[in-house]
């Protein structure tokens, strides 16, 4: 779980104008910053399965808003992937 401060600094880097806060640009950028969170647990507890199901359900999730963002602005896709350092 991010906290307020944390996500509030997710939201500021990638919100596409001042009251944005519910985009698929900030969406995919505060998934993949739990994900990361998350990624660090798992590394110091490996048999916690319960996060590890949580971790997929984010990954799958993140996979569907940056589908969703390359069939309505590539443009904007392309610069999302590339700030937030992910593949495809």
Known sequence: ???SRVKKNVI????KHETDTGSAEVQVAL???Q????????????KDNHSRRGLLKMVSKRRKLLNYLAATSPVS????IKKLGLKK
């Open 31 to 33: 998934v993949s910053r």
């Open 77 to 80: 896709y392309q610069k999302t």
């Open 35 to 46: 994900i990361d969170e998350l990624a660090a647990h798992l590394k110091q507890h490996p």
């Open 12 to 15: 500021t880097a990638s919100k």
């Open 1 to 3: 779980m991010l906290s």
